[in-house]
């Protein structure tokens, strides 16, 4: 995955996680099935013209991740 994905019609939400932060981010290979708007228990995927985008509101429990059936969710950390 590249930048352009990453900035793909994704609003980056970055959290404080001690020394690191963290962001749930759906990429562009989104297919729009709706599984990861379904499961979010804290309503924090919407969804865009071209894919579902996390906002703000993610709680960072993962859940996201694990229904993706192409893995368009990737989680990404920075020091
Ligand atoms: S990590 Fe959890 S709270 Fe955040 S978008 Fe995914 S399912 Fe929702
Ligand atoms: S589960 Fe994956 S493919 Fe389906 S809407 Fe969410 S990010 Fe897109």
């Known amino acids: 995955m590249d930048k352009k994905d990453l900035r793909s019609g994704n609003k980056q939400r970055k959290r404080d996680h001690g020394s690191l932060i963290m962001a749930y981010v759906i990429t562009s290979e989104c297919i729009k099935c709706s599984l990861c708007y379904d499961i979010c ?39």
């Open 41 to 79: 228990p804290a309503s924090a995927i919407i969804e865009g013209d071209e894919q579902f985008i996390i906002t703000e509101s993610c709680i960072d429990c993962g859940k996201c991740v694990e229904v993706c059936p192409i893995d368009a969710i990737r989680v990404v950390k920075n020091k």
